[in-house]
């Protein structure tokens, strides 16, 4: 979360038997998700949502995992904390065997 990652320093991010996927950081703005998945497993990655000029500055991205039998998605959230953001989660879809997992920026009093 947060990586600050651009496109071009993906490469330094390797790790013998997993996969890395990632949303680059956007802009200016110190964004951008980083997912790391053992080859082992079966996964999908989907970026759900950028941050974009809008109020609702986040980005969301989705893995779908398949583990054994049992298939979970896995959602990450990026919330960039100014405080006039309104994140929208209109993207989610959350069922059973469902995870999400966000950079909570505990620092900021606006979310506690």
Known sequence: MKAKLTAEKLIYYQLNG????????YRQIASGILIGVRNSLCAEFKIRKEIGNSE???????????????????YAIYIYSPPNNKPAFTSLYVASKTIIIRDFNAHSPKRG
Do not use: A
Request: charged content about 25%.
């Open 56 to 74: 609702d500055k986040s980005d969301i991205v989705k893995v779908n995992l398949r583990i054994i039998r049992n298939n979970f998605t896995i």
């Open 18 to 25: 997993y996969t890395f996927y990632s949303l680059p950081k």
